[in-house]
């Protein structure tokens, strides 16, 4: 079995035990024998959002890297991954509010957050020329479907 492999799996067994850990990236790299850009390579392509995870990285206070589980929802007609993997290139702003009244209506958002979110990905706020500012709105609404997905905040 590869070191990417064992590492892979090593992380998965440690998230098993709750929807999130924090672990060190030196002292992966130690206990696994090798330099911690291949911690940093196992991160960033077996632990990516469209896989399902989230990887946050914390300097200072020795350097903990917290890797999150995401949920996506499968029992509504597109998932939030599907969603999630349509707004790679930039969303408009009327299908943006689409997508948020939705998240309200499945009471995924409340209607404070839904206007406040409504207010964020609009065109006067986001007064950038195009195709900048629907790129923006997309990784805007991108962050709300990562947090929609944690269930560490609840």
């Known amino acids: 079995m590869s070191l990417s492999r064992r590492i892979e799996e090593h992380l998965k067994m440690l998230l098993e035990q709750g929807d999130a850990i924090e672990v060190r990236r030196s002292e992966l790299a130690e206990t696994f024998n090798c330099v911690p850009s291949q911690i940093n390579y196992v991160l960033s392509t077996r632990f990516t959002h469209t896989q399902g ?13 917290r890797i999150v589980k995401l ?54 706020t986001l007064a950038i020329e195009l195709p900048e500012r629907d790129y ?13 997905c944690r269930n560490d905040y609840k």
């Open 53 to 65: 995870y989230l990887v946050e990285s914390r300097r200072g206070g020795g350097g903990y890297l």
């Open 71 to 124: 949920f996506w929802d499968t029992n509504s007609d597109a998932t939030l991954k599907e969603i999630y993997k349509e707004m790679d290139i930039g969303i408009a702003q009327r299908e943006a509010e689409g997508v948020l009244k939705r998240f309200c209506e499945e009471e995924y958002l409340t209607k404070r957050e839904y206007n406040m979110l409504k207010a964020v990905v609009s065109r006067g």
């Open 136 to 148: 923006i709105r997309a990784k805007i609404m991108q962050a709300v479907i990562m947090f929609l």
